[in-house]
């Protein structure tokens, strides 16, 4: 009886356990259903993506195949036609077209005094007046200039320059230029203006001031030294310098006021040595030493023989010229202010020993001039020339001073102003002459010095 007694407290005490654990069984076997309910979801869902993609692929496949069909249809019929459009892969025609730049030099001149006059020690007034000779006063196309430029290959380029003056075309440079063949050492052949000193190898329109030193003029010509040839170029280890170039020219004797013109018959020999020395960041020295030697006698020309009525072919005897020169640039140049501040100093010195039939010719003569930038416009300079003309004679000293304005408004054109004095000995007077430069240039290679 006593167990009959306990039995419901114990009943009521593990019930609810028991039904404890059948919730939870019950709870877990549905989250598992539901999983796995949601996991064939899943996978229901991801099959349907597939399937998608399978077909928009198969679509996309389709439209392509499509699209070819119709452009190899319409190729078809274009080709039958005869109007298809042909596109080349290579390079624009374009490109290898040569760099053109074009200069055009335009100099106006004021004669102040007309009377300029030669007088030798043993004229009269009446003889001096019939030497009389006065340049007219006005303006000029001094030159109008075509410059090409291209590279050839990796190792060589040209360049051509062709002027026009006057009404007459002719070519002022033309050669061809081999670097990198030979470490330190460059060929040039064709026709050029000769390293003798710096200024020669410019052209005039180049120039720091109108018109080329006087000095230069009376020993090579107005043209300068421009000859057909050969010239090399090779950097030397540094020696006493910071850089040290020499070259070497062999060219065509044909420089009329050296040589013998047309007649030559041997080609001149030209030397020069550059030393270059840095100062400082901002300034640099160049110091060169130059020589030239050739015959000036004439060979194979004709003259004609009185007696016999006909032309005869006529050589003279050989005769040498020889010219030694000196040149110094010393240049200025503040970092990060080259366009508004510099100074530049330049001075030539030239020897000429010439033998011809009347005697023996010696002259010297130099030139030296400062430039000085003001600011990005406006640039002042003087130049002095003195010296000798290379003639026989008492009369042949001479003194130039040209002091000058240069301004440039843009990259593309510059003006100048520039007053020449200039004296000769065994005129009665001084000239007097006041130039005005526009010079305009556009291209690649604009205002270039060359």
Not at 69 to 95: D, H, I, P, W, Y
Not at 237 to 264: K, M, V
Request: glycine share 8%.
């Amino acid at each position: 009886m006593k167990k009959c007694r306990f039995l419901p407290i114990l009943m009521l005490i593990f019930s609810p356990s028991v039904c404890i654990g059948q919730s939870m069984g019950q709870e877990e076997k549905g989250n598992e259903k539901n999983q796995q309910e949601e996991k064939q979801k899943i996978d229901s869902l991801e099959k349907k993506v597939k399937e998608l993609e399978e077909k928009l692929s198969a679509l996309e496949k389709k439209s392509l195949e499509n699209e070819i069909n119709k452009e190899v249809e319409t190729s078809e019929e274009e080709t039958a036609q005869g109007t298809g459009k042909f596109v080349s892969g290579a390079r624009a025609l374009q490109a290898q077209n040569p760099e053109i730049s074009v200069t055009g030099d335009i100099v106006g001149r004021l004669y102040i005094n007309d009377n300029f006059r030669k007088k030798a020690s043993n004229e009269t007034e009446e003889e001096a007046n019939e030497h009389i000779y006065s340049d007219s006063s006005g303006f000029d196309l001094r030159i109008l200039e075509l410059q090409f430029q291209s590279n050839l290959d990796p190792y060589s380029f040209f360049k051509t320059n062709l002027g026009v003056h006057g009404g007459h075309f002719h070519v002022c440079e033309a050669y061809v230029t081999w670097t990198g063949l030979i470490p330190r050492f460059n060929l040039t052949l064709g026709k050029f203006r000769q390293q003798f000193g710096i200024i020669n190898r410019w052209h005039e329109h180049a120039l720091d001031q109108v018109d080329s030193p006087k000095s230069l003029e009376l020993f090579f010509g107005d043209e300068g030294l421009s000859q057909i040839g050969i010239s090399m170029k090779i950097l030397l280890p540094r020696l006493w310098a910071h850089a040290n170039e020499l070259t070497i020219e062999i060219t065509n004797a044909e420089n009329s006021s050296l040589f013998a013109g047309e007649f030559w018959s041997v080609p001149s020999i030209l030397g020069h040595l550059k030393n270059y020395y840095d100062l400082s960041k901002s300034t640099y020295m160049e110091i060169g030493l130059s020589g030239l030697w050739g015959f000036n006698n004439k060979r194979g020309f004709s003259i004609f023989n009185e007696e016999t009525q006909e032309n005869e072919t006529r050589n003279e005897p050989w005769r040498s010229t020889v010219v030694a020169g000196f040149d110094l640039n010393l240049s200025w140049v503040p970092p990060q202010m080259s366009k508004y501040r510099g100074f530049t100093w330049r001075t030539e010195g030239m020897y000429l020993w010439k033998e011809t039939e009347e005697g023996i010719i010696k002259a010297l003569s130099g030139f030296s001039y400062i430039d000085y930038r003001i600011n990005q416009v406006f640039i002042l300079g003087v130049r002095v020339d003195g010296g000798q003309k290379p003639v026989i004679g008492d009369d042949r000293e001479f003194v130039q001073a040209s002091p000058y304005l240069t301004i440039w408004p843009s990259e593309w054109v510059f003006l100048r102003l520039q007053y020449n004095y200039l004296w000769e000995r065994g005129t009665k007077e001084p000239q007097h002459l006041v130039m005005l430069q526009v010079d305009f240039s556009a291209g690649p290679h604009k205002h270039d010095k060359y």
